[in-house]
Structure formats: C-alpha cells, structure tokens
C-alpha cells in the first residue's frame, strides 16, 4: 500500500512538471502581453510596457524565466500578480481568498450530490421497472444533460427573480467574510446565498451518482451471495441494506475523481453567474488580462487537486475492496 | 445402410421460413423499438436538417442573416417586426423587412435565426469533435493492443501519462493562445498565419476542434486497447490466422467490427460533453468568434445583457434547444448501447 502511494506521487511529478511548463511557455508564447491594454482599447506607451516587463522580470529569456519560477514554486511561492487590477499583490494572496470559497461551494455540491443521489439509486433499484424507477431515471438523465449553464441561470429566474424567496447579491462581502467569521455558515444569510450556487453544480452530481447506484445495486442484487441470503429467510430490508447496499456503494466511490473535475469545471461558470469571489472567478479573469503568474499558478492548484483527489480515490478503492490490490 | 435423408429438406424449410438476420439488423431493431431513442434520433435528424439548410432557409426569406442588424429593434419583443425606419429619406417609412419569432437581441439580431445558426456549431462540435476522438482514438489503441510489447509498453506510458493531466486548464490556456494568434495576426507567419486564416473562415471553430479533440482520444484508445486485448486471443482470430491471414485482414475484417460497437456507444455518451465544452468555452468568451452564434454564446451574451431579470426570453429559448439536444444525444447513446449490448438493457 505504502509502497504503490509513493510510486503514484512519483509518477504524479513529472506530469505536474509538464502541466507547469506547457502552461508556463504556451501563455508567453501567446501574442500580446499582459500589459498591453490599458482598458477602453487605449495603447499603452511601448516605454512603459518595456519597464513593466523589466520590472517582472518578462524581458529574459524563457528559459530562464521558466527556471526561476520554478524555483520559486518550489517554496510554495507563486510570484507577483501581472493584472491590471491586482498588479504586483502575491499570486499567493490572491489564491488564499478564492481557495477556501471555492471549496466551500464545491465541497457543499459534493455533499448534496451523495445525499440526494445515492437515496435515490437506491429507491430506483428497489423499485426496478416501476414508475419511481422511471421517474428517477428520468431525473437522472436530465440532470446529466442540462448543464450548469443553463441550470444556473434557470435556478436564478425561479427562485430569486420570480418568486423572491432567495438573493443573489452577495451585498455584505458574506462569501469573503465566512474566512474570518466561520460562525457564518449557521446564518440564513450564508445559507440563503449558498442554496442556488450549490444547487445548480449539485444537480449534475446529483444525476451521476443516483445513475451509478441503481446500476451497481440492480448488478450486486443478482449475485449469488444475495440468493443466499434471501434463501435463509432474511427479512428484505436485512438484504438490501446489509448485504446488497455494502457492496454497491463501493463502485459509487470511485465516482468521485470525476465529481472533482465537475466542481473544477462549474467552478468557472457558476461563479461568474453567481459573482462568487472563488477561485474559478479569478482564473476566468486571469485569462482575460494575460496575468501569467496568476493563470500558470491557478492551473498548478487545479492539477494539484485533481492529481491529488484521483490518487485518494484510488486509494479509497482498495481500502473499501480488499479484494483490490494495487501492486 | 440406408442413409436417413428426410432431415436434410427439414432444415432447409425452416430456412425458408425464418429469413436471416443479421447481428446489425438485430440491433437497429431493438434501437427502433426503443421509443426515447426513436424521437432522440427524430430530434437530432430534425436538427441536423435544420443546420444543413439555413443558409436555404436564409436565402428563401424564411430566417434573417444571423449578423443583419435592424436598426431600431433592439430588444424587440418576440412576435413583432423590424422598423428599421426611412433608410432612404424619402420622409415615407420602409415596408416592412422582417418579423422576429422570438424577438431580437440588444443589437436588432433576430433570435430565432441565432438559434438555428447556433444549432450548427453545436453538431459541428458534437460531429467533429466525435469523429476526431473516434478516430486517434480506435488507431492509437488498435495499434497498441495488436502489436503489443514494447510498442505497447511505450504507447501506453504516454497515454497514462497524459491521462493524469487536467485537460480542462489546457484547453482553456490553449484557447488563449489561438485567440492571442487571431487578434494579432499581423504578428504571426508561415503555418500559424495559415491557421488563423482557416480559422477565420469557419468562424472559430477550428480551434475548437483542435481543442476538443484532443480532449477525449485518451480514454477512447485506452479502451480500444482493451476490447483489441480481449478479441485478439479469441478462437477465430486464431482460425483466421491458421488459414492465412495477415495483419491486417485480421485487424479490419475480425477485429474491427468486433470492437467498433462499444466505442460507438462510449463516443455517442460523450458528445453532451462536447457541446457543453463548446458552451463553456463561449461563456468564458474562448469560444466562437462573434458575430458567429452558438447556442453557449447566445445564453452567455443574454446573462450579459440582464436577460436573468428583465427578457428572459432571450435566455429560455437558446438554453432550451442546448439542453433539448444533449438530451436527445443522451437517449440516444442509452438506446444505441442497449441495442448493440442487450445484455446490458435496462441498467
């Protein structure tokens, strides 16, 4: 066990590596710089543009910048911001805000997922090709098929602009606030503005795993071992809940690799239809404004965390199956 | 000894009376017989002829230029028709040009005209972006499962290698780069220059294409790999090869048709993946160049102009035909693996 966790953080090295180069030499080999706009289309003068980038450093030769950035990745250290709104604050800084709202939002959609989702897999396998299995296929399929795109906003016009049960301003910094205050996340001004965000990237999860739990249930269900147990005499409830339900769940755990790359995925989209100051937000605005350091180091998270969330369900798997061996 | 021969014309009667089938024309029975994937494969066809002829369509009158501007009516409301006013001065207005189905954006664009060019990008994207996974895909995982050994050994290090890798970020920075190439497109030469030319005449999808590509081709070739493993050792690849056969008969007569199915399947379940990367990608503006619609940029350009509030119309109605369509693609996926892999029906 020990021994396969360390040779997948080996192999998980180089591919970091090249994620960070690729990242590191495409966006600079990108035409246009980061100080190139200086808004409303007016052309910065080519002299300033050549002290800001002597400043940061962006004069040198690629190589060479490539290495002393890795170096300074190397303690954690993700260099000054290049955009035009945060110019010269630390990467590092700017990640440490975004960060922990981004995951409360993600972990939150995870959560919701599970606890809506595996329930309903269940009931659907239970009541395999009746009209609640239906039903709750057909929510399934739905909610894989409508992204958070369209989800987001639907959620948005029903229940904050048509009936006005929920608000979608942030209009005291709540989001921002909960990293000082943690005592927020028990108010109804948190959870008022949590629900719609966390609803619309839920749904997805929500989809996937009631989908994966039917069809692990319905497959364990005709097991033998199942036979058996029906064949003693067990009460229903004993045989799915004991025997059949242990069994199917652990298929269910490996959903959640691809669930990290769907937080990832929404985290763009949602928090820019909800202005969530999240991590998502400020890769999307990075893009915009060329701000290499902030781009190159939102992308190393991103990887990190993937990376890193792949191997824990791999790791989970054999934990939950001893039957699986990794070696 | 007498050679009993009443059971030889037995056998050829019942022949007569059962015509053969064949394993294909088994599935697309069971495909037909399956009422969601029947309307899903009504839905895409309907769209499919609907992108086809829009520019017909657009000639016959039938629907506005997706680019035309009318003055005048901006944020028309849906079942009214332009004003576009006295172009020529002559104090009298100008007849009537055209009626918005839906309404017109901020700009004065019909959106229903917007909706069907969108539809498209959105199965330009699913085809295109099928296709080219599809095919890297079934080569690079037929070639490394057939040859095995080193080619093998080396062909999959590279794809676990790459497995491991986000793939989202990279799109996104290599939409960045493509979109740098086309707004200063002065400064690039030889092939960039050549690309950003073909780019701008497909409107920006052919970055696109490039970016989705190489998005899925990893997972279709790992499986690839493996149906090939499973097939190779089989009995009649074997009795191929003992009366013959070389590579690659074995490979497109025995193997492919074998293996095709299930990867068919897989690829038709991932093309809701397509259009949502299309939309996003639009969303974060690294999508298609405007004034190109695409069904992710029309509900990105609504959000932009507070359709959330006030016309929400303008976001409905885009939103609907995305998720009508990935929808459809969804069933039919389900239906089409239930068809080829009855086994697998109903879970």
């Known amino acids: ?327 | 000894m007498a050679v009993s021969d009443s059971a030889k014309p037995l056998v050829l009667a019942e022949e007569e009376h059962y015509p053969s089938r064949s394993l294909f024309q088994d599935s697309m029975r069971r495909l037909f017989r399956n009422r969601a994937a029947v309307v899903s494969i009504v839905i895409i066809g309907f769209l499919a002829v609907l992108a086809l002829t829009a520019d017909i369509l657009q000639g016959a009158g039938v629907i506005d230029n997706y680019a035309t501007q009318h003055r005048g009516s901006s944020l028309a409301e849906p079942l009214t028709c332009a004003v576009d006013g006295d172009k020529d001065g002559d104090g009298v207005p100008d007849p009537v040009q055209f009626c918005f189905l839906f309404g017109a954006d901020r700009l004065g664009r019909d959106l229903f005209s917007r909706v069907v060019y969108g539809a498209r990008v959105s199965l330009l994207v699913a085809v295109v972006g099928a296709t080219i996974s599809l095919s890297i895909g079934t080569v690079y995982g037929v070639v490394s499962g057939f040859y095995g050994g080193k080619i093998d050994n080396g062909m999959m290090r590279l794809v676990d290698f790459l497995y491991g890798i986000p793939m989202l970020p990279l799109i996104i920075i290599m939409q960045v780069y493509f979109r740098g190439l086309r707004e200063h497109a002065d400064q690039v030469g030889g092939l960039g220059l050549t690309m950003v030319r073909i780019d701008q005449s497909m409107g920006g999808l052919f970055f696109l294409f490039i970016a989705l590509g190489l998005l899925n081709w990893i997972g279709m070739a790992r499986m690839a790999r493996g149906q090939v493993l499973s097939y190779k050792q089989k009995e009649f690849v074997e009795a191929a090869r003992s009366i013959g056969a070389g590579d690659r008969r074995i490979i497109f007569t025995h193997l492919l048709p074998n293996i095709i199915g299930p990867l068919i399947v897989a690829e038709a379940l991932a093309i809701p993946g397509y259009i949502f990367t299309e939309a996003m990608l639009s969303f974060l503006g690294l999508g298609v160049n405007p004034p190109t619609p695409s069904w992710g940029a029309l509900i990105t350009n609504a959000i932009d102009e507070g359709a959330i509030k006030f016309r929400t119309h303008l976001l409905l109605i885009p939103a609907f035909a995305l998720s009508v369509t990935t929808l459809a693609f969804n069933f039919f996926g389900d239906g089409l693996r239930d068809a080829l892999d009855p086994r697998m029906a109903g879970e």
Request: without cysteine.
């Open chain 1, 1 to 327: 066990m020990g021994k396969y966790l360390i040779r997948r953080i080996l192999v998980a090295i180089p591919v970091l590596l090249a994620i960070i180069f690729f990242t590191f030499v495409v966006i600079r080999a990108t035409p246009g710089g980061p100080f190139d706009v200086a808004g409303e289309g007016r052309r910065v003068p080519q002299s300033v543009i050549d002290g800001l980038n002597r400043q940061y450093g962006l004069d040198q030769p690629i190589l060479t910048q490539f290495i002393s950035y890795l170096g300074s990745v190397l303690q954690l250290d993700f260099g000054p911001s290049l955009g035009r709104s945060t110019l010269g604050q630390p990467v590092n800084d700017i990640i440490a805000r975004g960060l922990p709202v981004s995951m409360q939002v993600g972990v939150m959609a995870v959560v919701f997922g599970f606890v809506i989702g595996i329930p309903l897999g269940v009931l659907a396998a239970i009541h395999h090709n009746t009209i609640i299995d239906y039903g709750a296929t057909f929510i399934a399929v739905v909610g894989t098929s409508v992204p958070s795109l369209v989800i987001g906003p639907l959620l948005i016009i029903i229940f904050a602009v048509g009936l006005n049960w929920l608000p979608v301003a942030d209009v005291n910094g709540v989001w921002r606030s909960t990293l000082t205050n943690p005592g927020l996340f028990f108010t109804w001004d948190y959870i008022s503005l949590a629900i719609l965000p966390v609803g619309a990237l839920g749904i997805g999860m929500v989809a996937g795993i009631t989908r994966l739990t039917r069809a692990s249930l319905l497959q364990v269900m005709r097991e033998d071992y199942i036979r058996t147990a029906r064949a003693k005499g067990l009460k229903e409830r004993t045989v799915i809940y004991r025997h059949s339900l242990k069994n199917a769940l652990i298929p269910v755990a490996t959903i959640l690799g691809p669930l990290l790359a769907g937080v990832l995925t929404g985290s763009f989209i949602i928090e820019r239809i909800f202005n969530i100051p999240g991590i998502g937000g400020e890769f999307v605005k990075s893009v915009s404004s060329r701000d290499y350091n902030l781009l190159v180091g939102v992308t190393i998270i991103y990887s990190v965390l993937l990376i890193a969330g792949n191997i824990m369900v791999d790791v989970m798997y054999t934990w939950l199956d001893p039957r699986i061996r990794f070696d």
